[in-house]
């Protein structure tokens, strides 16, 4: 079983993936500062989160390929 997350990570996580599709890589340090330049995230805890699945998302993808 998997980890539960919102709608909200999932849907701002792929929008932004489809928007910056070139910027987001699999390293969630950096993840996390380019979320900090692109979007204007309150919370800390919401922003690691949404910076996690935007590297889950990128893995799945490079297995795909």
Known sequence: MGKVRTILIKSVSK???NKYPDIFTTNFDENKKLLDKYVEID???LRNRISGYIVNLLKIRAREQ
């Open 15 to 17: 929008e932004l993936i």
């Open 43 to 45: 919370s800390k805890h």
